[in-house]
């Protein structure tokens, strides 16, 4: 077998589809089939059930599909390091952000790693920060921008601390509450709230400073987009807490500072393993240093 058929392989299983995988390889549906073909003969095994409505992976095919993309990972990254060796950065970057990250202007960031290393292909994927370190720590992603409660550290990776600081309430401006400057736990308690989903860090945060002080809340609403937060904040559905750094780009709510307020610290993590050199130059960028985990330390704002 060689990279090619593995290459194929992969974009049939990732687009269902032997006409769209071809198109994404830039070749003929009928050499893709045949390499395919060929490849399952050499195996012994059929890779996909193919039927006039679609096609999926046999057991055999998903048995095959995480060695195969492990592989193309792995000839990418040499030919990374051979170019690298050369003085060229050049592969993929493969970042993963919270939707609330605020210390880094992640697309000012990405505009000017770019700019740099025109040549490396950049993605970016918007998520929970337990998945997205999970996904570091598997590979899947070369660098993550974390919000976790105070106390957690990310685990299975090299991680680097960014900012520090504490959530604040957001009302709409008819709300009781949007002709005040600060409000308490107890009387937050009393509201219908809107937030992230249960169990993820973003309501952690809240949840353990409601429990911390013997409160009780309703989260009537949870939702995973903070732009869909706002809009449901200002219909007057709900209220929520958001990172104090970051309400500014959410405009024409109230935000009220909150006693007690819950605290959460930014985080940049990468592999234990060493960095590829896209991720080792968006690292230095940043000016964050590498090697064994850090704390403490503020990364070099972006833009």
Sequence with gaps: MDLQQMRYVVAVAELGNF?????????????????????????????????????????????FLPAARQALEAADRARAEVAAAAGEIRGRLAIGTIPTVAAVDLPAAMKEFHDRHPRVRITLKVGGSEILAEEVAQGALDVAFLGLPRDARPKGVCGHELARGELVAVVPPEHPLAAETRVGLARLAEEVFVDFPAGSAGRLQSDEA???????????????????????????????????????????????????????????????????????????????????????????PAG
């Design 19 to 63: 006409t769209r995988a071809a198109e994404k390889c830039l070749v003929v549906q009928s050499a893709l089939s045949h390499q395919i073909a060929r490849l399952e003969r050499e195996l012994g095994a059929r890779l996909f059930d193919r039927t006039s409505r679609r096609v999926r992976l046999t057991p055999a095919g998903e048995a």
């Design 210 to 300: 409601f429990a911390a002080a013997g409160l009780r809340r309703e989260v009537a609403f949870e939702v995973t987009m903070v732009d869909f937060l706002a809009r449901m904040v200002r219909a007057g559905l709900g209220v929520a807490m958001l990172p104090a750094a970051f309400v500014g780009k959410v405009p024409d709510l109230r935000v009220l500072r909150v006693d007690e307020a819950p605290a959460r610290v930014e985080h940049l993590v990468w592999s234990r393993f060493r960095p590829s050199p896209a991720a080792g130059a968006f690292l230095d960028g940043l000016g964050v240093p590498r090697g064994a985990a850090t704390e403490g330390r503020r990364a070099r």
